[in-house]
């Protein structure tokens, strides 16, 4: 694991070259947020395709969905949110960031059913707009759960993963 170069230099201008451009952050932030859109799709599709649908366990069928989404959100993240990084080892790239996220899924696998139970208390017998309890608690918990999870994501693939140094990013 490659270590992030220090901020302490001889030449200070090379020091102020380390530190991001809020700008620049703001957008990746922000192309962060639209691959996270799609990334929720595909988990939340899957997640209620699996549960609602084929009627599996909330907790199987979560583990299906983050995983199916983690491949997704590692390509999309790499083309869109990290382009510069594509020069460097996928395989590498790979291994942190399924690190990451499997991080993220055990975070996200020990509240989802926690939340999921206190929101089925929560929302007994509540019917909105013709979806059941059920699925406002499951769905409930998982956003919940989930935004917990794409603050893990982004900063530690950010720092860990993509390694990008704010000297190589897009203007």
Do not use: C, H
Not at 17 to 30: A, H, V
Not at 91 to 111: A, D, E, H, P
């Amino acid at each position: 694991m490659a270590l992030p170069k220090p901020l302490i230099t001889s030449n200070p201008s090379s020091a102020i070259k380390m530190i991001p451009k809020p700008k620049s952050e703001i957008r990746r932030f922000l192309r962060f947020t639209m691959v996270g859109l799609v990334n929720t799709i595909v988990d939340f599709g899957v997640l209620n395709l699996l549960a609602g649908k084929l009627k599996l366990q909330i907790v199987p069928s979560q583990t299906i969905s983050f995983i199916t989404s983690v491949i997704v959100s590692f390509f999309l993240s790499r083309a869109v949110v990290y382009p510069e990084a594509g020069k460097n080892r996928t395989s590498l790239q790979m291994t942190k960031f399924i690190v990451i996220n499997l991080i993220g899924l055990g975070i996200r696998s020990l509240m989802l059913p926690w939340l999921n139970r206190l929101f089925q208390v929560s929302f007994q017998g509540i019917e909105l707009f013709g979806l059941t309890s059920e699925f406002l608690s499951r769905n409930a918990a998982w956003a919940i759960s989930t935004s917990i999870v794409i603050l893990l994501n982004f900063f530690g693939n950010r720092v860990w993963t993509f390694q990008i140094q704010p000297d190589k990013e897009r203007r």
